[in-house]
């Protein structure tokens, strides 16, 4: 296969495997951070580091490059892995309003989803990754990690009580 048909059919797989993944895995000079995304003209897009929004991985600076890992929606295996060039969006401008345009429509449980958009150029980083060069080798190594440090807890342990009420209200009926 030529070098031109090689490389449409690895574009061609960055953009479907990513267009279909939820999330994708993006490390630049820290570890990497599953992140959720909108693929638009061409590259991924990223909203995050403001309040309520999910952080963005260390390092995404503009002109910068990031790693790319991107699973199988279906099994959460590795499809393929991508280096990015990382461009950091200026609010308000044409390219950002395009990219919130489709970002807002797949943001989930937004608390203020009327003004949302207001409150990501104030305070939010809007982040352009776009595909540079293409890795679909296996890694010979397990490429798992330590989960990174959250503010997110487990439940407490289900008070001692609260079985036998649930039972109580299955007797009564």
């Known amino acids: 296969m030529s070098d031109g048909a090689e490389n449409l059919l690895e574009r061609a797989l960055v953009e479907e495997a990513t267009k279909k993944s ?10 990497a951070r599953a992140v959720w995304h909108v693929w638009h003209e061409g590259a991924a897009h990223l ?7 999910q952080p963005l991985p260390a390092g995404l600076t503009d002109g910068g490059s990031a790693e790319v890992t991107v699973r199988s929606k279906d099994k959460g295996g590795r499809i393929v ?13 044409e390219e950002w309003e395009a990219a919130v345009a489709e970002l807002k429509g797949k943001r989930l449980n937004a608390p203020d989803a009327e003004v ?8 939010c980083t809007v982040v352009r990754l776009t595909p ?3 890795s679909t080798e296996v890694p010979d190594t397990s490429l798992a990690a330590a989960p990174l440090p ?6 407490r342990p289900v008070p001692a009580a609260l079985p036998r009420l649930l039972l109580k ?3 009564r009926g």
């Open 22 to 31: 939820g999330l994708v895995w993006v490390g630049s000079t820290g570890p």
């Open 47 to 53: 909203v995050g580091d403001g309040p309520g929004e």
């Open 81 to 93: 892995a991508w280096t990015a060039s990382v461009r950091v969006l200026a609010p308000r401008s």
């Open 116 to 123: 949302m958009t207001e409150r990501w150029a104030k305070e």
């Open 132 to 134: 540079a060069s293409v």
């Open 150 to 155: 959250t503010g997110a807890t487990t439940r």
């Open 169 to 171: 209200r299955r007797r």
